[in-house]
């Protein structure tokens, strides 16, 4: 019986694609810049994720934005890559990698941050309007309410929006098949930062949520 996801010489390249961009996407960068400023661990910190937010909440802004760079960076990078050398197919899957190696990392026992930097970079990088869309939805919540969870709920759940208004033609709504994979992986990646933020999505209901900047 034939295997339905087709050879192994074929689909080879498209695991690894997946798993090259899971394991750069692993990589804590909110742990590492803490501990080598002398910091500690910024799991023990705030809310105890590895994300900019809570690097923000040991007071140091530089390496909170450092944070905020190298995770979104992280995402993007894989997906240029993978659309320089190969095609979008590859893109796609390496940016869904990264985003799943941050939510997920191996290093820490899968145990990661909540991937709203990741997610924004794979965004840029696989549309740049619609990441800059999303980042520009971000930015604009965060300023108007001081709350970065909901800006990130936002951003997310505007994400494919963005992507499917700009995937229409002049002419007619067809949707192109890359149109199509962009806009998927965005909805996945937008459901698992809901399910991260199942926390703060109970603390906003209560008004409990703390604002940005808060320690």
Do not use: C
Request: proline share 4%; hydrophobic share 55%.
């Amino acid at each position: 019986m034939p295997d339905p996801l087709g050879d192994i010489s074929f689909t080879w390249p498209f695991f690894a694609a997946a798993l090259i961009g899971y394991l750069i996407g692993s990589i804590p960068f909110g742990l590492v810049l803490t501990r080598l400023a002398g910091l500690g661990d910024v799991r023990k910190i705030g809310s105890g994720n590895i994300g900019a937010t809570n690097v923000l909440r040991t007071g140091n802004k530089a390496l909170a934005l450092a944070t905020l760079l190298l995770d979104g960076g992280k995402g993007a990078v894989v997906v240029i890559i993978a659309n320089a050398y190969l095609t979008q197919d590859y893109a796609v899957l390496a940016g869904g990698g990264a985003f799943l190696g941050h939510l997920f990392p191996i290093w820490l026992k899968f145990k990661g941050g909540k991937g709203v930097a990741t997610f924004l970079g794979v965004m840029l990088a696989i549309s740049w309007p619609a990441g800059l869309g999303a980042a520009l939805t971000w930015l604009a919540v965060a300023l108007l309410l001081r709350i970065s969870s909901l800006s990130a709920l936002v951003a997310a759940a505007l994400s494919p929006v963005y992507l499917y208004i700009l995937s229409q033609t002049p002419f007619d709504d067809a949707i192109f098949y890359g149109d199509l994979q962009r806009i998927e992986l965005s909805i996945f990646m937008a459901v698992l930062v809901f399910i991260r933020h199942h926390e703060n999505i109970r603390r906003l209901l209560k008004g409990e949520e703390p604002r940005i900047g808060k320690k």
